[in-house]
C-alpha cells in the first residue's frame, strides 16, 4: 500500500490561465487520487509586477469547469491556509534570517541599473562566468554604500556554493542534471519572496510530498534542492512533465497560441471531459486493453510515473476535436441540450426561451452526429429559432432550383395540408408520393427546394425530422412564403 501523498498545482495569476495548469493538474490529481492523498491549490502571486487580478478567479473557474477539484486552496481553506503566497508574507521571514544567520545568503544593494551594466559587460565579454559578481558579499551596509551602483532597499540573495549539487533525481527522467545557478535573489526589495524561496518554504510547510511541474523548472531544481539543504530540511521527490509543443516542436505559448489559453476551449464549446482525456495523452499512453478514452477512474487505477513520456508531446488539436466529437456522440439528448444551453450561457451568445429548450431537446440528436464543437448548434439550428418570415435566405439556393422548383413547391404545400400524423415517416411518404412519384421527379431535385423554404439554406440537419419538429403551421408557413418568391 502506498502512503498517501501530497501535490500540488501552483500557478501564478498573471492572465488567462495557461492550458499547462490543467495539464499539471490532472497529473498532480491522479497521483493525489490514486495514493488516497490530498491535491492543493496554491496561487503563487509574488511577481506583483505581473499580477492580474481576475486572475486567479479565472483559475478557480477553469478548473471547476475540468472538474479538476481540489482539496485545499484558496477559495476552501485548509490546514495549511492561506494557500495565496501574497498571504504568507511573515511566513517566508524567519526562513530568510535563518539564510542570512548561517551565511548562506546575504543583502546585496546593487542597484538595477548596476546589474543591467553588469549583464551588458559579460555578454559583450562572452564572459565564461555570467551572473551576479557578488559584489555585495561580505559587506556591511556602509561599506557597500561607499561603492557607485548602491541603491536604499536591498534585496537578499543565496549563496551558492562551489559544490553545488547540479544533480537530481526525477521521478520520470531518472538523474538530471541541470546548469550551475547564479546567486539568486529569494527575498526582493519589496519584501515579497521570490519564488525560488516561496516555493521551497510552501512545499516543505504544507507537507508537499511530490512536486510535479513543467520541464522548464528543470533548471530551477538544483537552487531548489539547494535551498533545502541550507535550510536542514528533506526535499520532496520531484517529477518535470513534458513541455507541450506545437506541431512546428516550439513551445505553445500564450502570445502565439489561443489554445494555450484555457478559456478558450471553453470559448470553442469543447467538453471539459474531451479536454482533460486529450491533456492526458499527450504525455501518456492510452490505459491498456481499452480504446482512447478511459475514464478518469480508470486512468488513475493504473497510474504509474513510468508510464509518462519525457518527450515534448505534440498539441494537435484534430485529435481533440476527434475526442469532443466522440464525447458529444455518447451524451443523451437531455445531456447535449444542457450541454449546448450551458455553453451559450457561459458565451452569453444565447439565451433560450423554455420553449426554445424544448425545441433544442428534439433537435439536438439530428444535429449529435457530426456535431464537433457546441459552438456549431446554434449556426446548424438556426433556422428553427427564426420567426417564419423571417428566415433569410443564403446567396447559393439557385443551385438547388430549377424550372420545376415551383410545381415541386406547389404539389408539397397541398401533401402536407392533408397529411394525417404529423410526424417525419409520414412526412417523408406524403412528400415522396406527391413530389417524387407524382411529378416524376429525382429526390434530390424534388426535396431541395423544400429545404430551402424551411430553412433558408441547401445544407441543413434532416429534412423531415425539421418539418416535424417546426410542426405543420410553420412548415407551410415558410413553404409557401418560399413559393411566392419564385
Ligand atoms: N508558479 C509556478 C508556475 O507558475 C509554479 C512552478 C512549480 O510548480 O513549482 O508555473
Same mark, same amino acid.
Given at each position: 500500500?502506498?502512503?498517501?501523498?501530497?501535490?500540488?498545482?501552483?500557478?501564478?495569476?498573471?492572465?488567462?490561465?495557461?492550458?499547462?495548469?490543467?495539464?499539471?493538474?490532472? &497529473?498532480?490529481?491522479?497521483?493525489?487520487?490514486?495514493?488516497?492523498?490530498?491535491?492543493?491549490?496554491?496561487?503563487?502571486?509574488?511577481?506583483?509586477?505581473?499580477?492580474?487580478?481576475?486572475?486567479?478567479?479565472?483559475?478557480?473557474?477553469?478548473?471547476?469547469?475540468?472538474?479538476?477539484?481540489?482539496?485545499?486552496?484558496?477559495?476552501?481553506?485548509?490546514?495549511?491556509?492561506?494557500?495565496?503566497?501574497?498571504?504568507?508574507?511573515?511566513?517566508?521571514?524567519?526562513?530568510?534570517?535563518?539564510?542570512?544567520?548561517?551565511?548562506?545568503?546575504?543583502?546585496?544593494?546593487?542597484?538595477?541599473? #548596476?546589474?543591467?551594466?553588469?549583464?551588458?559587460?559579460?555578454?559583450?565579454?562572452?564572459?565564461?562566468? *555570467?551572473?551576479?559578481?557578488?559584489?555585495?558579499?561580505?559587506?556591511?551596509?556602509?561599506?557597500?554604500?561607499?561603492?557607485?551602483?548602491?541603491? =536604499?532597499? /536591498?534585496?537578499?540573495?543565496?549563496?551558492?556554493?562551489?559544490?553545488?549539487?547540479?544533480?537530481? =533525481?526525477? !521521478?520520470? #527522467?531518472?538523474?538530471?542534471?541541470?546548469?550551475? @545557478? $547564479?546567486?539568486?535573489?529569494?527575498?526582493?526589495?519589496?519584501?515579497? /519572496?521570490?519564488?525560488?524561496?516561496?516555493?521551497?518554504? $510552501?512545499?516543505?510547510?504544507?507537507?508537499?510530498?511530490?512536486?510535479?511541474?513543467?520541464?522548464?523548472?528543470?533548471?530551477? *531544481?538544483?537552487?531548489?534542492?539547494?535551498?533545502?539543504?541550507?535550510?536542514?530540511?528533506?526535499? @520532496?521527490?520531484?517529477?518535470?512533465?513534458?513541455?507541450?509543443?506545437?506541431?512546428?516542436?516550439?513551445? %505553445?505559448?500564450?502570445?502565439?497560441? /489561443?489554445?494555450?489559453?484555457?478559456?478558450? &476551449?471553453?470559448?470553442?464549446?469543447?467538453?471539459?471531459?474531451?479536454?482533460?482525456? &486529450?491533456?492526458?495523452?499527450?504525455?501518456? @499512453?492510452?490505459?491498456?486493453?481499452?480504446?482512447?478514452?478511459?475514464?478518469?477512474?480508470?486512468?488513475?487505477?493504473?497510474?504509474?510515473?513510468?508510464?509518462?513520456?519525457?518527450?515534448?508531446? !505534440? &498539441?494537435?488539436?484534430?485529435?481533440?476535436?476527434?475526442?469532443?466529437?466522440?464525447?458529444?456522440?455518447?451524451?443523451?439528448?437531455?445531456?447535449?441540450?444542457? #450541454?449546448?444551453?450551458?455553453?451559450?450561457?457561459?458565451?452569453?451568445?444565447?439565451?433560450?426561451?423554455?420553449?426554445?429548450?424544448?425545441?433544442?431537446?428534439?433537435?439536438?440528436?439530428? !444535429?449529435?452526429?457530426?456535431?464537433?464543437?457546441?459552438?456549431?448548434?446554434?449556426?446548424?439550428?438556426?433556422?428553427?429559432?427564426?420567426? $417564419?418570415?423571417? %428566415?433569410?435566405?443564403?446567396?447559393?439556393?439557385?443551385?438547388?432550383?430549377?424550372?420545376?422548383?415551383?410545381?415541386?413547391?406547389?404539389?408539397? !404545400?397541398?401533401?402536407?395540408?392533408?397529411?394525417?400524423?404529423?410526424?417525419?415517416?409520414?412526412?417523408?411518404?406524403?412528400?415522396?408520393?406527391?413530389?417524387?412519384?407524382?411529378?416524376?421527379?429525382? @429526390?434530390?431535385?424534388?426535396?431541395?427546394?423544400?429545404?430551402?423554404?424551411?430553412?433558408?439554406?441547401?445544407?441543413? /440537419?434532416?429534412?423531415?425530422?425539421?418539418?416535424?419538429?417546426?410542426?405543420?403551421?410553420?412548415?407551410?408557413? #415558410?413553404?409557401?412564403?418560399?413559393?411566392?418568391?419564385?
Amino acid at each position: 500500500m502506498t502512503t498517501p501523498a501530497r501535490l500540488r498545482v501552483a500557478p501564478s495569476p498573471t492572465g488567462d490561465p495557461h492550458v499547462g495548469t490543467a495539464y499539471m493538474s490532472l &497529473f498532480n490529481l491522479a497521483y493525489a487520487r490514486k495514493t488516497g492523498g490530498q491535491f492543493v491549490l496554491r496561487i503563487e502571486d509574488t511577481d506583483r509586477q505581473r499580477y492580474v487580478p481576475e486572475s486567479e478567479q479565472q483559475v478557480f473557474d477553469t478548473l471547476h469547469w475540468l472538474e479538476l477539484d481540489w482539496d485545499e486552496g484558496p477559495d476552501v481553506g485548509g490546514p495549511y491556509a492561506p494557500d495565496r503566497q501574497s498571504g504568507r508574507l511573515e511566513t517566508y521571514r524567519p526562513f530568510v534570517e535563518q539564510l542570512l544567520e548561517s551565511g548562506d545568503a546575504y543583502y546585496c544593494w546593487c542597484s538595477s541599473e #548596476r546589474l543591467k551594466e553588469l549583464r551588458e559587460q559579460q555578454q559583450a565579454a562572452k564572459a565564461s562566468v *555570467t551572473g551576479y559578481d557578488r559584489l555585495c558579499h561580505g559587506k556591511t551596509r556602509e561599506e557597500r554604500a561607499a561603492l557607485p551602483g548602491f541603491s =536604499e532597499n /536591498p534585496v537578499v540573495r543565496m549563496l551558492v556554493p562551489d559544490d553545488v549539487s547540479l544533480e537530481f =533525481e526525477d !521521478i520520470i #527522467r531518472g538523474r538530471v542534471s541541470a546548469p550551475r @545557478p $547564479d546567486d539568486q535573489v529569494i527575498l526582493k526589495a519589496d519584501g515579497f /519572496p521570490t519564488y525560488h524561496l516561496a516555493v521551497v518554504v $510552501d512545499d516543505h510547510l504544507m507537507g508537499i510530498t511530490h512536486v510535479v511541474r513543467g520541464e522548464e523548472w528543470i533548471s530551477s *531544481t538544483p537552487k531548489h534542492v539547494l535551498l533545502y539543504r541550507m535550510l536542514g530540511l528533506n526535499p @520532496p521527490a520531484l517529477a518535470h512533465m513534458p513541455l507541450l509543443r506545437n506541431t512546428d516542436k516550439s513551445k %505553445i505559448s500564450k502570445r502565439k497560441n /489561443p489554445a494555450a489559453r484555457l478559456t478558450w &476551449f471553453r470559448e470553442q464549446g469543447y467538453l471539459p471531459e474531451a479536454l482533460r482525456t &486529450f491533456l492526458q495523452l499527450l504525455a501518456y @499512453p492510452p490505459v491498456e486493453g481499452d480504446t482512447e478514452v478511459a475514464t478518469f477512474e480508470d486512468f488513475v487505477e493504473g497510474f504509474d510515473w513510468a508510464k509518462v513520456n519525457t518527450v515534448g508531446p !505534440i &498539441f494537435d488539436l484534430k485529435k481533440l476535436d476527434w475526442l469532443n466529437g466522440h464525447y458529444i456522440r455518447s451524451l443523451s439528448a437531455e445531456q447535449l441540450t444542457d #450541454r449546448i444551453v450551458e455553453h451559450y450561457a457561459y458565451t452569453g451568445a444565447w439565451t433560450p426561451s423554455a420553449e426554445q429548450v424544448e425545441l433544442l431537446l428534439g433537435a439536438a440528436p439530428l !444535429i449529435q452526429e457530426r456535431l464537433v464543437l457546441l459552438s456549431e448548434a446554434l449556426p446548424k439550428l438556426q433556422f428553427l429559432f427564426t420567426p $417564419d418570415d423571417e %428566415i433569410e435566405f443564403a446567396d447559393d439556393i439557385s443551385k438547388a432550383l430549377n424550372n420545376d422548383s415551383p410545381a415541386v413547391l406547389d404539389a408539397a !404545400i397541398t401533401a402536407l395540408e392533408d397529411v394525417s400524423a404529423w410526424d417525419s415517416p409520414s412526412i417523408e411518404a406524403a412528400l415522396r408520393e406527391a413530389v417524387v412519384d407524382g411529378l416524376g421527379i429525382k @429526390p434530390k431535385l424534388a426535396f431541395g427546394p423544400l429545404r430551402v423554404g424551411v430553412t433558408g439554406s441547401r445544407v441543413s /440537419p434532416p429534412l423531415f425530422e425539421s418539418m416535424e419538429l417546426l410542426g405543420r403551421e410553420s412548415t407551410l408557413a #415558410r413553404l409557401r412564403r418560399f413559393r411566392e418568391t419564385l
